[in-house]
């Protein structure tokens, strides 16, 4: 199954999905934080909680960037979603239909790093980069599902008529 541009989520589901997740994403840095707060107040561990008080910019990012990562490929690995995805009715899949191998998430999830990448999603049709530098898409379910229900409707006529 080919996945035409109608099946495509839109630039406001993008941006939904977007926001959601990057909320998602600082509330586990918090946590992470928390952690380590809890772990010098009731374990009287400092290392970790004074690593974090005193980062420097580059290691915030990289704290970010880790998370992040995480985030996005464990959710999308597993299930081809994230919460942002759940809640907006989106997943993420190939250009043929199917469900993104566990290569293609890295690599779509390594891409979500590249500088500037945000704005990829300026185009008429807009397309992330960490989307086409992976070969992925990221669709509609209602409409996707409508849509593989009626291409196996069709193989299963091809199928009795044979």
Same mark, same amino acid.
């Given at each position: 199954m080919e996945i035409t541009y109608d099946l495509r989520a839109s630039a406001w589901r993008r941006l939904a999905n977007y926001l959601i997740d990057y909320l998602i994403q600082i509330a586990l840095v918090f946590c992470v934080g928390l952690v380590a707060g809890a772990l010098y107040r009731f374990f009287d561990m400092? $290392?970790? @909680?004074?690593y974090i008080t005193n980062m420097n910019r580059i290691e915030e990012f990289l704290l970010g960037a880790l998370v992040g990562f995480g985030y996005y490929f464990i959710f999308e690995a597993a299930n081809s979603r994230t919460l942002g995805k759940y809640i907006t009715g989106t997943k993420v899949v190939t250009w043929h239909g199917e469900k993104p191998t566990v290569g293609r998430i890295a690599k779509r999830t390594l891409c979500r790093l590249i500088p500037l990448e945000i704005f990829s999603f300026l185009a008429e049709r807009p397309l992330g980069w960490h989307d086409s530098i992976s070969d992925t898409v990221v669709v509609d379910?209602?409409? @996707?599902?409508e849509e593989l229900a009626l291409k196996n409707s069709f193989e299963e006529? $091809?199928?009795v008529a044979e």
């Open positions: 400092a $290392g970790p @909680y004074n379910v209602k409409r @996707y599902e006529i $091809g199928a």
